[in-house]
């Protein structure tokens, strides 16, 4: 299947500073993207849909301010976390889309601490 | 949008046994449903997945049915092993667009 690599996959950070996550899509282009942020022992609640060229689009009630997307190439999408706080540490992941068959291959995740 | 809810939030089965997860969802127009396991710190992997013009897929142990009608589907899995324990999460889609998660099921095998 379709790879989606992501980096890091662990950072641990001041609060106030800002931390940058990568997504790649490796073997095929990736027009949306999607981020995901994730709770211990709960699902994965969706974040935004990150569209290369355009502004994403961002999920009733997460900030755009706070979580900023980047789609800048058909392979790369970033997501950074702004003057981070402890209430954000959580589990990041991305993922993309084969815009052909639908199936959604996943990064292999940030885990981000705030300290 | 789409509300995908998934039953039940636990799940444990003795070596052998058979798991069912159940999943519901509102959106009619969704057309693909996948399943995803996720082992603890790692990235949900797709174990299966079946689009709306389908009713049943198997594959080996595992098989997910689903009615359109009723909008629910469901994962199976047969002759449970221990490394099946694990957190699995269904999902509706239109393709090319977003995935709507259910909440997860974390099942656990007794050996």
């Known amino acids: 299947g379709a790879v989606v690599s992501q980096h890091p996959s662990w950072v641990i950070c001041k609060s106030g500073t800002s931390v940058k996550i990568e997504c790649r899509s490796l073997?095929?282009?990736?027009?949306?993207m999607f981020w995901y942020r994730q709770f211990p022992k709960q699902s994965l609640m969706l974040m935004a849909t990150s569209n290369e060229g355009s502004k994403a689009t961002y999920e009733q009630g997460v900030e755009k301010d706070k979580f900023l997307i980047n789609h800048a190439s058909l392979t790369l999408s970033t997501l950074t976390v702004t003057s981070a706080h402890p209430e954000d540490s959580s589990f990041y992941i991305c993922s993309a889309s084969g815009h052909y068959t639908g199936e959604l291959f996943f990064g292999e995740g940030s885990r981000l601490t705030v300290l | 949008g789409e509300n995908v809810e998934q039953h039940p939030s636990t799940l444990s089965v003795q070596e052998g046994d058979s798991a069912v997860i159940k999943c519901t969802y509102s959106d009619s127009a969704s057309n693909y449903f996948p399943w995803y396991k996720q082992e603890l710190g790692k990235r949900p992997q797709l174990i299966i997945d079946i689009r709306s013009n389908v009713g049943e897929k198997k594959d080996q142990r595992i098989a997910v049915t689903l009615n359109k009608t009723a909008k629910h589907f469901s994962l199976h899995i047969t002759e449970t092993q221990p490394e099946d324990s694990a957190v699995y999460f269904c999902a509706a889609s239109i393709v090319g667009n977003q995935f709507y998660f259910g909440t997860g099921t974390s099942l656990t095998v007794i050996p």
């Open positions: 073997d095929f282009q990736a027009t949306t």
